[in-house]
């Protein structure tokens, strides 16, 4: 698959954006493309389990989203399986010799986010900006072209061993990975790569790992109190607002650890009916982080004391649910300086570096956790995009140079040569 035709996949999964585990259109796309290649693919329940997911997109949203994919050009029975059973896919390559099992997560989901429409935003200057109300704000849809450019160039079978090329909704959100290690997806994989474009890095420069990946935990609170006329009655009002607002305000208070690096975000906060009624009903979503995976458990345990104690405050009852999640990550040496030493080779060294620091969180980590668990190694890594606007924002995008370069030295990685090719 040349560079452009990898570059032209990239457009259309971002015009068409599908945001966590209604990743419907792509995942049809992504089964289809795969078929087309011969290769054999592992799709809806044989691919994830959603019966333990957190907050799984209810059916009427699923089938909202299904109609959607199929309008602009997803398979009719592609998209019913996705919908009804998953997006996640999962292609299987066998090479022609033996070697190890590697896994690939390529991850697959947008974020419920506004484009910016402005001409200076590529995407719209170009006419495949999303203008659903969804966007490819963290270089995915670049991610699902890699997947797929990866299995097509594998498809001579020419390598030691078998590639496994994870295909992962709901990333955003750390709920994917769970869903599909779950499934099985995780079994059996010897030496686990994940890619993420972007990150700051300068466009096509590669690291072959990652420091700094957070844990991190994923809370939603419901609030709920008694409704009143605000000027009548309002000593018979609870206020569910004030309690969130409340829960809010000391969430942020709460200390940092001298120990490791941490991070709070209360990233939404919904409540009330009218100007006029105590508001009975508010809806909170957060999120907890750190470098110290005990740590993060310990300070998400105070998120949770606070949240409690706002609604003890208050006389509201409060609803804690954790929703999603992932771990720290350590890449392991080895796979970080082949990577490293194959992008030198084929770029030059200044366009390689071993480690860079991430600043974020990926539940890869926890595939990469089963697969490091079980004596096999991982890595996380990253091929710069001289992304200018910050990732999760909406002027978001990549040089679409770097995509190609993660192929190649993806290609390159898994054939066990450093120009990808057998000697
Ligand atoms: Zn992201
Ligand atoms: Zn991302």
């Known amino acids: 698959m040349d560079p452009d035709e990898i570059i032209r996949l990239r457009r259309d999964f971002h015009r068409h954006a599908e945001p966590a585990f209604l990743e419907i259109r792509t995942s049809s796309i992504v089964v289809a493309r795969l078929r087309g290649l011969g290769i054999e693919v592992r799709r809806g329940a044989e691919a994830m389990r959603t019966d333990g997911v957190a907050r799984y997109p209810d059916a009427a949203t699923r089938e909202r989203m299904r109609g959607r994919a199929v309008e602009?050009?997803?398979?009719?029975?592609?998209?019913?399986?996705?919908?009804?059973?998953?997006?996640?896919?999962?292609a299987e390559i066998a090479g022609d010799r033996p070697g190890p099992t590697w896994g690939v997560r390529c991850d697959m989901d947008a974020l419920p986010l506004t484009e910016a429409t402005d001409e200076d935003h590529r995407p719209t200057a170009l006419g495949f900006a999303c203008q659903d109300g969804f966007m490819h704000a963290?270089?995915?849809?670049?991610?699902?072209?890699?997947?797929?450019?990866?299995a097509a160039r594998l498809s001579d079978h020419d390598f030691p061993g078998r590639v496994r090329i994870l295909f992962q909704p709901a990333e955003e959100g750390g709920r994917g990975a769970a869903a599909m290690i779950a499934a099985g997806a995780a079994d059996g994989i010897d030496r686990f790569?994940?890619?993420?474009?972007?990150?700051?890095?300068?466009?096509?420069?590669?690291?072959?790992?990652?420091?700094?990946?957070?844990a991190t935990h994923k809370l939603r609170a419901v609030y709920r109190g008694e409704a009143a006329h605000a000027s009548g009655t309002p000593e018979r009002g609870r206020n569910a607002l004030v309690g969130a607002a409340s829960a809010l305000?000391?969430?942020?208070?709460?200390?940092?650890?001298a120990a490791a690096d941490t991070r709070l975000n209360v990233g939404t906060l919904h409540?009330?009916?009218?100007?006029?009624?105590?508001?009975?009903?508010?809806?909170?979503?957060?999120?907890a982080r750190s470098t110290d995976a005990d740590i993060c458990d310990a300070l998400t345990a105070r998120v949770e004391g606070v949240l409690r104690g706002a609604a003890a405050m208050h006389d509201l009852t409060v609803e804690i649910e954790r929703t999603?999640?992932?771990?720290?990550?350590?890449?392991?040496?080895?796979?970080v300086d082949a990577i490293a030493a194959i992008a030198a080779e084929k770029y030059g060294d200044g366009r390689?570096?071993?480690?860079?620091?991430?600043?974020?969180?990926?539940?890869?980590?926890?595939?990469?956790?089963?697969?490091?668990?079980?004596?096999?190694?991982?890595?996380y890594m990253l091929v710069g995009g001289g992304n200018r606007a910050p990732h999760h924002h909406p002027s978001f995008d990549i040089d679409e140079a770097s995509i190609p370069v993660a192929v190649d030295v993806l290609e390159a990685l898994l054939r066990g040569t450093p120009n990808g090719r057998t000697q």
Not at 72 to 90: H, K, M, Q, R
């Open 324 to 335: 999603g999640g992932s771990t720290t990550m350590t890449c392991d040496r080895q796979l």
């Open 249 to 257: 305000l000391n969430v942020m208070a709460l200390p940092r650890y």
């Open 193 to 214: 790569v994940a890619v993420h474009l972007g990150l700051g890095l300068p466009s096509g420069l590669v690291a072959g790992g990652c420091e700094g990946l957070l």
């Open 352 to 379: 390689a570096v071993a480690l860079r620091p991430l600043g974020g969180s990926d539940d890869a980590s926890l595939f990469a956790r089963e697969v490091q668990g079980a004596g096999g190694l991982a890595t």
């Open 72 to 90: 602009s050009g997803a398979d009719p029975d592609l998209a019913a399986c996705a919908a009804g059973e998953g997006t996640a896919v999962i």
């Open 271 to 287: 409540g009330g009916d009218n100007v006029n009624i105590v508001p009975s009903y508010a809806e909170m979503t957060l999120e």
């Open 138 to 150: 963290c270089g995915h849809d670049g991610h699902t072209a890699i997947g797929i450019a990866l």
